[in-house]
């Protein structure tokens, strides 16, 4: 049995760069527990045992899904006011994908094994600039002549 994967749209984030940053920023949240890598939902997925059974988060950003994240764990959790949400914490490794177009979506959907990006490396902050970093057509131009 394939992992089952969740597809999120990075709502303001206009690069892989961007969400590094961005997830550089939560390592000091309550929620962090060490890694900085996580979001959070309103509900619990149905299928959390599936996606902890080696699923990931694919990013969309810029129209795009550029990388994924490894998720470790989902919890159900209480905020101050006694309201449940959902914690997803995810592997820091931002994994840049070959970029797959995508609209952006609301909140989150599943994403099967099979329609899954491949994985292209691991993002480094200092030195890469992503696939999806260039222009979509031009990134289309590449994928199709091979050389992404």
């Not at 992992?3 to 999120?8: M, P």
């Not at 840049?96 to 902050?125: C, M, S």
Request: charged residues 25%; neutral net charge.
């Amino acid at each position: 049995m394939h992992a089952v994967n969740v597809l999120r749209t990075g709502v303001g984030v206009e690069s892989v760069q961007h969400l590094y940053e961005i997830q550089q920023t939560h390592r000091e949240s309550v929620y962090a527990s060490g890694s900085g890598a996580f979001i959070t939902t309103r509900g619990t997925p149905t299928r959390a045992n599936e996606i902890l059974n080696g699923g990931s988060l694919y990013w969309i950003i810029k129209q795009q899904i550029s990388v994924r994240q490894k998720i470790e764990n989902i919890e159900t959790l209480k905020d101050e006011s006694g309201k449940k949400f959902c914690l997803i914490t995810m592997h820091p490794d931002i994994i840049l994908t070959v970029p797959a177009p995508h609209r952006h979506i609301q909140g989150w959907r599943y994403l099967p094994h099979e329609k899954a990006p491949k994985d292209f490396k691991i993002f480094n902050p200092d030195a890469d600039v992503s696939p999806a970093d260039i222009d979509p057509q031009l990134s289309k131009e590449l994928r199709e002549a091979g050389l992404l």
